[in-house]
């Protein structure tokens, strides 16, 4: 059990003995160490309850908690903060313990559950931009803290394929090339295997197209019959339809493996769209379904609203599908095949009301039951240093393939200036820049609160010093490098025993709090948790480091102790950094 968990045990069996509720024994660490290790602040909330000073009931507390062999001192301050101070000895056999773990302390969920997480969110004929970074790095980090702790997880890119923008580049292919086949209506095929457009082509016509059809009602009504056409099966279209997404797909598996992200299923809108007509039919039936205006809708307002949501539209006027459409037939599907209890939407914040608008449908109708969990993991936007979403120097959306170059190269340079792998082999040389990079990239945008906006600041994130990824990366490598020293002066890790120095303290301290770390990460669906720790931990190792000369030590017990503590705190980094999607280098 975790050791803030078994504290909160004492003291709450010592809050129960005392007739008041054991959830008053709650207890976190203390925000002023000097005090103790662990505080206490129930004894406040107890005596309203009780009716009695708090500061009394503290000392009563107090009294019990101090007979238990894993407290070394408690004493009441102020108005009844309870200060815990843990036995060294109970440090040394609980951290030896966490040596032999391999989950270091971690505890898997008790009733563990089929999780889908749909983040990235990629689109034919766009390329990967800043946009979808976040959604990406993200995703990947709360798939793998729910993972981690035994949840099945199955990752969805969700592949934007069914929409407005394929009706658009149909009908601008057609106005470029009428005499292609897959415009011809009495042509029977075969089609040609061979893509009549490559991925540059796609993106160079949508937003020409799209600007075409904001400018001109004729042909934005000529996008959208495409659009239906495609969707209700014209054969020549989704033959077109084929090969766009085939040329769109093959780059953004590209991207996402640069950037080590990996997805279980590849599905994408098109994937339910069988479903969507019976899945229409049965709402209709159910009474669920109303037209308006030649639309078929599905209302999905409150009555203690406190501002207007307009309904679902499952079908436009002109007989149309839209995004809602076919995020309520894919709740479905992965609600009866994929056997999902809990999904997460890892998507921009502003589109929190399309999202309140589909798990509205999906609950009246009975699509999603009530035990089967329905969240959009919110996040804000990456900005400029003008504080406005990133751009290009021309004003341009930043090409994600961009992205990754720019940070692998300021990397490149950060390793030149520090004389950092000056002499390792160019392909290996090549690797680190990459991972150094991509370190900086991933705890740039996820050391921040999810939900909050940050600044893109590539100068900071690659630097290896401060709160960045180069800076862990350079810390774990540091750690490796010690034990490979040790190693080769035939010194081994041993038992770890009780501290007697305060730099070791105060890290087996942080090392024993990894467990709540995690659940709170899980509980939050919030990365930011797990780097900040990252950050701390590395940085409390470091003065542990300057303060005990680890090889230099002659006592040989506490010397492989010592090495224990580094191990320990090697395998807590990988971790939390493995847990944010970044890899540690052999060496540096």
């Not at 061979?194 to 001109?216: G, I, S, W």
């Not at 590849?266 to 229409?280: F, K, L, N, Q």
């Not at 990397?411 to 290996?428: F, G, S, V, W």
């Amino acid at each position: 059990m975790p050791l803030r968990a078994h504290l909160s045990d004492i003291v709450g069996d010592a809050f129960a003995s005392l007739g008041l509720d054991r959830r008053f024994g709650e207890v976190v660490p203390a925000s002023r160490p000097q005090f103790g290790d662990f505080q206490c602040n129930g004894a406040m909330a107890a005596a309203r309850e009780a009716g009695r000073p708090p500061r009394e009931i503290a000392a009563d507390v107090a009294g019990i908690v101090a007979r238990a062999p894993e407290v070394a001192g408690v004493d009441v301050a102020g108005p009844g903060f309870i200060n815990i101070t843990v036995a060294d000895d109970t440090l040394g056999n609980l951290l030896d313990g966490l040596c032999a773990d391999a989950r270091l302390g971690v505890p898997t969920v008790d009733r563990p559950q089929v999780v889908v997480v749909d983040y990235g969110g990629p689109n034919v004929a766009k390329p990967m931009h800043v946009g979808h970074l976040r959604s990406t790095i993200i995703g990947d980090s709360v798939a793998r803290i729910f993972g981690f702790v035994g949840h099945r997880v199955i990752r969805d890119p969700h592949f934007g394929d069914w929409g407005l923008q394929m009706g658009m580049l149909i009908v601008e292919l057609e106005r470029r090339r009428p005499d292609l086949p897959y415009f011809d209506p009495d042509y029977t095929g075969p089609y040609p295997q061979e893509p009549p457009v490559t991925l540059d082509d796609l993106q160079e016509m949508y937003p020409e197209v799209a600007a075409r059809c904001a400018d001109d009602p004729e042909w934005a009504a000529k996008a959208r019959r495409a659009t239906v056409e495609l969707q209700q099966g014209r054969p020549g279209y989704r033959a077109l339809w084929e090969h766009m997404v085939k040329v769109s797909q093959e780059s953004q598996r590209r991207d996402f493996a640069d950037l080590g992200v990996t997805f279980d299923v590849w599905y994408s809108e098109s994937t339910v769209h069988d479903r969507v007509g019976p899945m229409i039919e049965r709402l209709r039936r159910g009474g669920f379904v109303e037209e308006s205006d030649g639309a078929l809708i599905v209302r999905v307002d409150l009555p203690d609203d406190t501002r207007e949501l307009p309904p679902l539209i499952l079908v436009t006027s002109d007989g149309g599908y839209l995004y809602g459409t076919t995020d309520l037939a894919t709740i479905e599907m992965r609600v009866e095949d994929m056997g999902a209890e809990l999904v997460l939407y890892v998507v921009d914040a502003r589109q929190s009301d399309h999202f309140e608008q589909v798990f509205r449908a999906a609950r009246k109708t009975g699509i999603a039951p009530p035990d089967v969990g329905l969240e959009h993991i919110a996040f804000g936007t990456m900005n400029g240093p003008d504080g406005k979403p990133f751009k290009t120097r021309e004003g341009g959306v930043v090409r994600l393939r961009d992205l990754i170059e720019m940070v692998t190269a300021a990397a490149d340079k950060r390793l030149t200036e520090a004389e950092i792998a000056r002499d390792y082999p160019p392909e290996e040389r090549e690797r680190i820049a990459q991972q150094v990079g991509l370190a900086a990239l991933k705890f740039g945008d996820l050391i921040n609160n999810r939900v909050s906006d940050y600044v893109f600041d590539l100068e900071r994130f690659t630097s290896f010093e401060g709160k960045t990824g180069p800076y862990l990366q350079y810390g774990a490598v540091r750690i490796k490098s010690i034990l490979r020293n040790a190693a080769d002066r035939g010194f081994e890790p041993g038992p770890i025993v009780a501290p007697t120095v305060d730099a070791e303290r105060t890290l087996m301290l942080w090392l024993t709090r990894l467990p709540d770390v995690v659940t709170r990460a899980l509980e939050l669906r919030a990365p930011n948790g797990i780097a900040e720790f990252a950050y701390e931990l590395t940085s409390v190792f470091n003065r542990f480091y300057e303060r005990c000369h680890i090889i230099g030590e002659t006592d040989p017990g506490r010397r492989a102790s010592w090495l224990s503590l580094v191990r320990l705190t090697l395998d807590e980094i990988s971790l939390l950094l493995g847990l944010l999607g970044i890899d540690v280098p052999d060496r540096m």
